[in-house]
């Protein structure tokens, strides 16, 4: 069943409406302007008249002709197709018309145009007589026709229902024929503009199920255009997204199941005895190491969703930048040990900031974890601070493989694995991810700098307590 509240059929019959009612508005204008064309039209024909029968009916009267002869000189001007021309008296009887034999007979005109007539006045209206539409014009004569001194001029014309009557036939058919035509136009053009909007509808329903193989073939500058790349656009990025939230969910599942699986076997080799009780000590900091494992997985995955989401709020307090992140190089020195890595710190003085302690600690061990991770045995890690007007601008350099330039705008993808960019090593691909979305919050940029086999340097800007 086809549905009616199609954008379609909104289309089309917004259209119609407009070109009706343009229409209609047009035959009223044009009808209206046809009318009053056609009465300027008789009034004319009656002053042109008017003006030949006066002098006429003064050189009848000088040269005392008799009532037959005038009548006969007048009865072509007074009979024609189109209207009548009647010479009456002040009670509308006529002395001369049409019908010579009609004399002292009164002619079809209201007593109330007579005696609009009689003060003067050149009178015409129209309107039905007798289920006739006709239109009427008078005036007096300024001369004395047989005896009476004002006569009046009557003009009737009497065709009007047929000239009515063609124009209104010429208006329908010309209506009929512009509204089929533009109905047909209209058809098309609206199929035309809703058709990638219909395409687009239909294939919503396959990227809803997964499917983001098809996009809208439809290549045009205007809006619709624009809303089908945006669309195609979009499909790609979910695609791209659904992508990387499966590998992210293998990395997940790979990085859990890896320590899982050590954990429980360390568990087995205890409890069958054996692993001997002098080498205890030594598994169960394995078996630690790999629990922290997991547990900075899961905080990142719940830490990365929060932000993702909106819920995570941050708390600005003055503190000391300085002494924070000599605290995290502390906290930090294990994993530096373990790859004989030099930590150089440098700072003028301590720096005073104003920012949420809490969560530019998470940015700060990010940034040296993921240093440390792409760093080579024995070589340094620099930290900087440095003040820049009102701000102080921390920087972190590795020495490590570096990153290609073309992939710098990549890592900070949600699920984008560092590895990828730099080395074959594991990673859930969200720290730096967590990084951007923190200092997001901060309202504050992170630039990154890379050279392949020189290193990268990450740096960011926060402002210095008042």
């Known amino acids: 069943m086809r549905k009616k509240n199609t954008i379609f059929s909104k289309l089309f019959i917004s259209y119609s409406f407009i070109i009706v009612t343009s229409l209609l508005l047009f035959i009223g204008v044009f009808f209206y302007l046809f009318h009053l064309n056609l009465y300027k039209k008789y009034e004319d024909t009656f002053q042109h008249h008017y003006e030949q029968l006066a002098p006429q009916l003064q050189s009848h009267e000088k040269f005392a002709l008799i009532k037959d002869e005038t009548a006969e000189s007048l009865s072509y001007a007074f009979n024609q197709p189109d209207y009548h021309i009647y010479i009456v008296d002040e009670e509308r009887r006529q002395i001369y018309g049409p019908d010579p034999e009609g004399t002292s007979n009164q002619v079809e005109v209201s007593e109330e145009m007579i005696q609009q007539v009689l003060a003067g006045?050149?009178?015409?209206?129209?309107?039905?007589?007798?289920?006739?539409?006709?239109?009427?014009?008078?005036?007096?004569?300024?001369?004395?026709?047989q005896g009476i001194q004002t006569p009046?001029?009557?003009?009737?014309?009497?065709?009007?229902?047929?000239?009515?009557?063609?124009?209104?036939?010429?208006?329908?058919?010309?209506?009929?024929?512009?509204?089929?035509?533009?109905?047909?136009?209209?058809?098309?053009?609206?199929?035309?503009?809703?058709?990638?909007?219909?395409?687009?509808?239909?294939?919503?329903?396959?990227?809803?199920?997964?499917?983001?193989?098809?996009?809208?073939?439809?290549?045009?500058?205007?809006?619709?255009?624009?809303?089908?790349?945006?669309?195609?656009?979009?499909?790609?990025e979910l695609n791209h997204l659904e992508t990387r939230r499966k590998l992210y969910i293998s990395n997940v599942s790979h990085e859990l199941r890896s320590p899982l699986t050590s954990i429980k076997g360390f568990l087995i080799a205890l409890l069958d005895g054996t692993i001997?009780?002098?080498?205890?000590?030594?598994?169960?900091?394995?078996?630690?190491?790999?629990?922290?494992?997991?547990?900075?997985?899961?905080?990142?995955?719940?830490?990365?969703?929060?932000?993702?989401?909106?819920?995570?709020?941050?708390?600005?307090?003055?503190?000391?930048?300085?002494?924070?992140?000599?605290?995290?190089?502390?906290?930090?020195?294990?994993?530096?040990?373990?790859?004989?890595?030099?930590?150089?710190?440098?700072?003028?003085?301590?720096?005073?900031?104003?920012?949420?302690?809490?969560?530019?600690?998470?940015?700060?061990?990010?940034?040296?974890?993921?240093?440390?991770?792409?760093?080579?045995?024995?070589?340094?890690?620099?930290?900087?601070?440095?003040?820049?007007?009102?701000?102080?601008?921390?920087?972190?350099?590795d020495y490590g493989e570096g990153i290609e330039e073309s992939k710098l705008d990549l890592i900070w993808r949600r699920f984008y694995k560092v590895d990828e960019a730099r080395t074959n090593k594991s990673g859930a691909g969200l720290g730096l991810a967590i990084v951007k979305s923190i200092l997001d919050l901060h309202e504050t940029d992170i630039k990154v700098c890379s050279k392949l086999g020189e290193g990268t340097t990450f740096s960011f800007v926060l402002p210095l307590s008042k």
């Open 276 to 397: 001997p009780d002098h080498r205890r000590a030594y598994y169960y900091g394995l078996m630690k190491d790999e629990t922290e494992r997991m547990i900075k997985l899961v905080n990142n995955t719940l830490d990365m969703t929060q932000l993702e989401e909106g819920n995570s709020n941050i708390l600005l307090t003055d503190y000391n930048l300085t002494e924070q992140i000599n605290r995290i190089i502390h906290k930090l020195e294990p994993h530096f040990t373990k790859k004989d890595l030099d930590i150089r710190f440098h700072s003028d003085y301590e720096y005073y900031v104003n920012a949420d302690e809490g969560r530019m600690e998470q940015v700060i061990v990010n940034l040296l974890q993921n240093a440390v991770q792409f760093s080579e045995h024995n070589a340094p890690i620099d930290i900087r601070l440095s003040k820049e007007g009102q701000a102080v601008k921390i920087s972190v350099q």
């Open 121 to 145: 006045e050149t009178v015409s209206e129209g309107g039905f007589y007798n289920g006739e539409l006709r239109y009427i014009v008078a005036s007096t004569i300024n001369s004395n026709v």
């Open 152 to 236: 009046i001029m009557v003009m009737i014309f009497h065709d009007l229902t047929h000239e009515y009557q063609q124009v209104i036939f010429m208006i329908i058919l010309t209506f009929v024929i512009s509204i089929v035509f533009a109905g047909i136009i209209l058809w098309f053009i609206s199929k035309k503009i809703t058709a990638p909007l219909r395409e687009m509808n239909s294939i919503s329903a396959h990227y809803a199920k997964g499917d983001f193989s098809k996009s809208v073939q439809y290549e045009s500058d205007d809006e619709i255009g624009q809303l089908a790349k945006s669309f195609t656009y979009m499909a790609k």
